[in-house]
């Protein structure tokens, strides 16, 4: 089995469905309920027996290890972290404590696991991380896409956080033989995002009539990755990724700012006609401080060795997450106004549930 933390989160929870719906392999979901974990992304899979949840925050290294004593994993794969730049910047506390110190704790937990284990399965154990390509930093209009050794110059406090975590990886291969590998992904987008971020929330804007707000000048860069798309990569990389090694994961779609928003508006102006063209709702606001200028991801390496290329288009991709988030308006609604907290509180309280077995 595999263990896999923050997988009620956006990326986390697409990752256990896809791998559900591939794999014989049961796994077991890490994860600390924080905002942005929602069991209902894995409703689906709830009555599942290769399914199994434990709520649990990866900063205590006690539960982990027994956690990990009990499951006996042979791969974890590592998506708990704190993600949202803004909030990053009116909060770096939070994003210190999960992504640098959660990720120390939980690579001192599997190294102690994996240094017990019997000779055949230390060699099959991997621990793969989950990271951003904002650890690079900012590039100009005509500088070389992002690669595996491009230098590290984060410019937020998000962005600095998990560029530590990526560095603590590292260490723990180079000076203890931990097999761990490394995943640094573009934007992504799709079902179950936090409606904090660009795509979902111009989404939820747009349909309730309100203002769609686009930061500066509109013109920011990013490379869009559809996050099922990263899911695949990440299950290759699992499968066949070198340990110690770092794969890029990209999209090859970089798009600016404005221009996502605006291919929204026309896609919502086909899918679900308003009495005037959503683009109307388009207001610029104040930039927010440190706003990297462009980010893009150049996948070589993972479509080199592991053999891995995107699946969707922008265009493709986009519209598939618009018609989710247009046939799902319940989901949105309980994660706007903090109704999916509802069910938690009541199951767990202030405390954490004792553990759930997996059937198989």
Request: hydrophobic share 35%.
């Amino acid at each position: 089995m595999i263990i896999v933390t923050g997988g009620a989160g956006f990326i986390g929870a697409n990752f256990v469905l896809r791998w559900l719906q591939q794999a014989d392999e049961p796994l077991l979901v890490i994860d600390k309920l924080t905002y942005a974990g929602n069991l209902d992304n894995l409703a689906d899979v709830q009555g599942d027996d290769r399914f199994g949840f434990e709520r649990a925050d990866i900063c205590d290294r006690d539960r982990i290890v027994a956690l990990l004593a009990q499951r006996r994993p042979r791969a974890i794969v590592h998506f708990a972290a704190e993600s949202h730049v803004d909030r990053s910047i009116h909060g770096p506390g939070e994003f210190v404590r999960t992504n640098v110190t959660g990720t120390f704790e939980l690579l001192e937990a599997a190294r102690a696991y994996w240094s017990e284990l019997q000779a055949n399965d230390r060699k099959a154990f991997r621990f793969l991380h989950v990271s951003t390509d904002e650890v690079y930093g900012s590039l100009g209009a005509d500088d070389p896409a992002f690669s595996e050794t491009t230098p590290y110059a984060p410019n937020s406090p998000y962005a600095a956080s998990k560029a530590a975590a990526d560095h603590l990886v590292r260490a723990y291969h180079h000076t203890y033989g931990l097999p761990t590998l490394t995943g640094n992904c573009s934007n992504n987008y799709g079902p179950f995002q936090f409606p904090e971020k660009l795509i979902p929330l111009t989404i939820a804007n747009a349909l309730e009539g309100q203002a769609l707000p686009v930061y500066g000048d509109g013109q920011n860069v990013r490379d869009w990755l559809y996050v099922t798309d990263h899911c695949d990569a990440l299950a290759r990389v699992l499968e066949a990724g070198r340990p110690g090694e770092t794969y890029n994961i990209g999209g090859k779609n970089e798009v600016k700012n404005i221009a996502v928003v605006q291919t929204i508006c026309t896609i919502l102006d086909e899918l679900r006609p308003s009495a005037r063209p959503y683009a109307q709702q388009i207001t610029f606001v104040t930039d927010r401080p440190g706003h990297d200028r462009r980010y893009a991801i150049d996948p070589g390496k993972i479509e080199r060795e592991l053999g891995w290329t995107p699946a969707e288009t922008f265009t493709t991709g986009l519209r598939r997450t618009v018609r989710w988030y247009l046939d799902h308006p319940d989901w949105v609604a309980r994660v706007r106004d903090g109704r999916y907290r509802e069910w938690i509180e009541r199951q767990y309280g202030a405390t954490a549930p004792s553990p759930q077995p997996l059937s198989r």
